[in-house]
């Protein structure tokens, strides 16, 4: 509805490099009372009233400043210019005259600068939502492959059901707006245009009085439109502070998204920072005598470990994680030593060195842990790493190096949290050559293809190492010094 006041007025603005006399000396809110002046008292009356205007008056165009809703095809410049004064914001200069020495810069050029200009602030103002529209996606996907305790949480998942209420109902909302903001504008134009008509009015009045003595004077009449005038200044306010307030509507309502995606990734990472302190806060270490109460601890602290936490989130997101560790069917603590051993022999499961006890084994084929009725914290955190690995370093390597990794990885879990590592174990000689075998190789090649398998593995020095068919012999000083043991 604003396209016909545009069409008219800037084409004719953009046309002309050097202003007519009258906007030059009186600038936009004085030319109705001149061409009024025009048909009046005439062309030559008005000419010498100008004269009589100071020299050094200067009285700028109305300026178009960029908007940041794109209102500049639907709301004429003037508007435009009088709600950013009426917000405070500084102007800029960019239509004026110049001194008198120096040469006007033509219209066309300035209006071509301001036009780059707002294409500019409208670039960038698209580029702003589209940032703001990929954090919103980012966040989601972030909480989809993080830890359980975050995705379980009640706050993040009343935050994921806002965002996808939010997706829903936004554009709508935002159409609405618009809509409701086109038609402020609208009202507010009116009020201006009413506004402009009755302050030329009384310019007018003014003006005429100026010739006429004291006592022949229509006060009245100018009395009238000055309280007309004030109630036109109060309603054209009114129409400015509405449409600011749906303004305001609108970035709220383009904010709510990114907001609650900012929310969204705050509390996942002060989630997982908590987490990192749970064993400590819960009084459990790994000495403390293990318990079906702490599959939920135990599972927490393992993916609650920062070390581990990209091979893990990697695991969620390629579908490998494994079942619950919550399960307290999967979890058993045998109440006698002799029912533990039985256990692993029909398993097929190898005691950790010829002689030796097994101190607890995870099943894989019934994804079942096995602890002895003495177990300790440590002792259940090492079987529950076994649940997370793959098998694919167990099988291009040995057991042997397989159990030390296991405890490698069980004890940064433990220093990740604060706690001292668990030495009541039995596998110090594989945890040697697992320590040499991550030295040699590097945590961030061997930890991958521990937790991810073949997928996990680069080509890296490991992979290149692991093509000689060789691994299983790299724990062989470690294994000959137990044999001799």
Request: glycine share 6%.
């Amino acid at each position: 509805m604003f396209a016909s006041r545009i069409a008219e007025a800037e084409p004719k603005s953009a046309a002309t490099t050097n202003p007519p006399t009258l906007e030059r000396h009186l600038g936009d809110d004085a030319v109705f009372l001149m061409h009024f002046l025009q048909g009046t008292i005439g062309n030559q009356a008005t000419l010498r009233l100008l004269r009589r205007k100071r020299q050094d008056r200067v009285i700028e165009p109305a300026q178009c400043p960029p908007h940041p809703f794109n209102m500049r095809g639907r709301i004429p410049h003037k508007l435009l210019h009088r709600l950013r004064l009426s917000s405070g914001l500084p102007q800029s200069n960019v239509l004026g005259r110049q001194p008198a020495n120096q040469p006007d810069e033509p219209l066309d050029v300035a209006l071509a600068r301001q036009d780059l200009l707002d294409r500019i602030a409208e670039d960038n103002r698209k580029l702003r939502e589209q940032l703001d529209a990929a954090q919103v996606g980012i966040a989601e996907r972030d909480v989809q492959v993080a830890p359980f305790f975050v995705q379980e949480d009640p706050e993040i998942q009343r935050t994921q059901r806002q965002i996808a209420s939010g997706r829903a109902q936004v554009p709508a909302r935002l159409a609405k707006l618009q809509q409701s903001l086109t038609l402020a504008a609208s009202a507010a134009l009116r009020e201006s245009d009413n506004l402009d008509q009755l302050r030329a009015k009384i310019a007018l009045v003014q003006w005429l009085n100026s010739f006429t003595p004291a006592l022949l004077r229509d006060t009245a009449e100018y009395e009238a439109l000055l309280k007309q005038q004030k109630a036109g200044e109060r309603d054209y306010a009114d129409a400015v502070a509405f449409f600011e307030g749906v303004r305001r509507q609108i970035e709220i309502t383009k904010a709510f998204l990114p907001e609650r995606a900012a929310h969204l990734a705050e509390r996942s990472r002060f989630l997982q920072d908590q987490a990192t302190s749970a064993a400590r806060r819960a009084g459990i270490g790994p000495d403390t005598q293990a318990s079906a109460d702490q599959l939920a601890l135990l599972r927490t602290v393992i993916e609650a470990s920062p070390t581990l936490r990209p091979y893990l989130t990697q695991q969620r997101a390629e579908g490998r994680q494994p079942t619950d560790l919550r399960n307290a069917g999967r979890f058993i603590i045998h109440s006698r030593e002799s029912d533990l051993q039985d256990e692993a022999q029909k398993r097929g499961i190898e005691p950790p060195e010829p002689g030796k006890k097994i101190g607890g084994f995870y099943d894989r084929r019934t994804d079942t842990i096995h602890l002895p009725p003495n177990a300790q914290f440590g002792t259940a955190l090492h079987e529950s790493i076994h649940k997370y690995s793959q098998i694919f370093l167990r099988g291009a390597c040995n057991q042997f190096l397989n159990e030390g990794l296991t405890q490698y990885f069980a004890d940064i879990v433990l220093t990740d949290q604060g706690l001292p590592k668990f030495m009541g174990h039995e596998y110090g000689r594989q945890l040697a050559c697992a320590t040499r075998f991550i030295n040699t190789y590097h945590l961030d090649e061997v930890a991958p293809a521990y937790f991810l398998g073949f997928a996990g593995l680069g080509a890296g020095r490991l992979h290149q190492f692991l093509l000689t068919r060789q691994c299983h012999a790299f724990c062989a000083p470690e294994q000959g010094a137990a044999a001799g043991h």
